[in-house]
């Protein structure tokens, strides 16, 4: 009998990971732990780990699925696609132990079992505290029901008479016993009915609501670039050592392969989005329109909130358009991944970055932007950004040019 209802477990994780080593599809490892294929082959999708290709290499350019119909590649064209992996996409789900991992060009996907149980604890944890309220949501629904518990109404009739209060019967009486309404002087005690049961902690935290991708995605971002060919694309994502943070969130602009980041304590839509509102304070119109105009991104939870990256929400302003990759597909922005290995270079992974500060990832990104790059003919990030939009907006962005023998792309830069 398969068993859905219940999570995998740590034994059981380690025996998927042991499945995936001796290169077993996914239904023999479904079979083998009494479950079903989708819910393995959603543990696999979910815990997988990314290690992109090396972007060095002169090859990888020929990895789009597209290539034999072009004359010729330069592996940055908007319809690049990499060539699909039968076992890494579909069969198997990863690369562990694979005969062709030496020689392999693509993008490689692993399963860890610790990591993967750890990343599950954190998310199980994340998403069991606190009440799906946020403080101003709280003092709305208390003004509503509180006047009318004191004169005796039932949450039933309440909620009857007030259809846009959208929680059930039995989560207001979880509040009311909670004490949430201490505060407006209604407890259980004010009930008509006092109902005994153990008293939670009160925390407040709104759950995630469910982004909306619509008219957003990577296929509506090709027939944007198709008719604003003229439009660069600026792409965005996030990086970090640690669940806890500190977070760095990295903008690459695709026409001069220039980058730039900033340092975040929380990884949330506000913070990341709040990003935007300083770097609008900071560059005139014209500027930020050169450069943000339009964004693409993944999926993270980070970026949910797809309108307070498009809009100024203090003034209003429409300042930017935002598409979103395809789910596990980070290769659709392959600019910004592939230049996070110049950031893993200075910040390996493990290390710690509490002392990580703004002017830190500035120089790191100063560095970054002096190094000459084939793909530029020879010419450097910094350069190439300054001949187009001149040194005076690299100033504003709080990069520098660093003398070529002064460029140093080690952990000894700090």
Not at 23 to 32: G, L, Q, Y
Not at 138 to 150: G, Q, R
Not at 238 to 254: A, K, L
Not at 311 to 337: A, L, W
Request: net charge positive; with cysteine.
């Amino acid at each position: 009998m398969i068993q859905n209802a219940k999570q995998l477990t740590l034994s059981q994780r380690i025996k998927i990971e042991e499945m995936l080593n001796q290169r077993h599809r996914k239904f023999e490892i479904a079979n083998e732990l009494d479950k079903s294929q989708s819910t393995i082959a959603r543990e696999i999708t979910k815990h997988r780990k990314l290690k992109p290709t090396n972007p060095f290499r002169r090859d990888n350019i020929f990895n789009c699925k597209y290539f034999i119909n072009c004359k010729k590649c330069t592996g940055k064209c908007r319809i690049f696609q990499p060539i699909p992996c039968k076992d890494r996409d579909r069969n198997i789900g990863v690369c562990n132990n694979c005969e062709k991992l030496k020689s392999c060009k693509l993008d490689k996907y692993f399963y860890i079992a610790q990591e993967a149980h750890k990343q599950y604890e954190y998310t199980l944890k994340d998403s069991r505290q606190g009440v799906n309220l946020n403080t101003s949501e709280l003092i709305e629904l208390a003004h509503i029901i509180c006047p009318l518990i004191k004169k005796g109404q039932s949450i039933y009739t309440i909620l009857n008479n007030h259809p846009e209060i959208k929680l059930c019967e039995k989560t207001i009486y979880n509040y009311i016993e909670m004490g949430l309404f201490k505060d407006w002087d209604v407890t259980n005690f004010t009930l008509k009915r006092k109902v005994r049961r153990k008293v939670s902690k009160k925390k407040l935290k709104k759950r995630k609501e469910p982004a909306d991708y619509s008219g957003r995605t990577y296929t509506d971002y090709l027939e944007y670039k198709i008719q604003n060919p003229n439009v660069p694309t600026t792409e965005m994502d996030t990086v970090y050592n640690q669940q806890s943070g500190p977070y760095i969130q990295t903008f690459i602009f695709e026409n001069t392969s220039f980058m730039i980041g900033i340092l975040h304590q929380t990884k949330t839509a506000d913070s990341m989005s709040n990003a935007l509102n300083k770097l609008q304070d900071k560059l005139s119109s014209e500027e930020y329109n050169k450069l943000f105009s339009l964004l693409l991104t993944d999926r993270g939870t980070e970026f949910s909130k797809p309108q307070q990256f498009e809009i100024n929400m203090e003034t209003g302003e429409i300042r930017s358009k935002i598409f979103y990759c395809d789910p596990q597909q980070s290769s659709q922005k392959p600019h910004v991944e592939n230049n996070h290995n110049f950031i893993r270079e200075i910040l390996p992974n493990g290390k710690d970055w509490s002392n990580l500060t703004q002017d830190k990832v500035d120089l790191m990104f100063s560095h970054i932007n002096s190094i000459p790059r084939e793909s530029l003919g020879g010419k450097t990030p910094y350069e190439i950004f300054t001949f187009i939009y001149g040194k005076q907006l690299a100033d504003k962005l709080n990069i520098q040019k660093i003398a070529k023998d002064e460029v140093n792309t080690t952990p000894r830069l700090f």
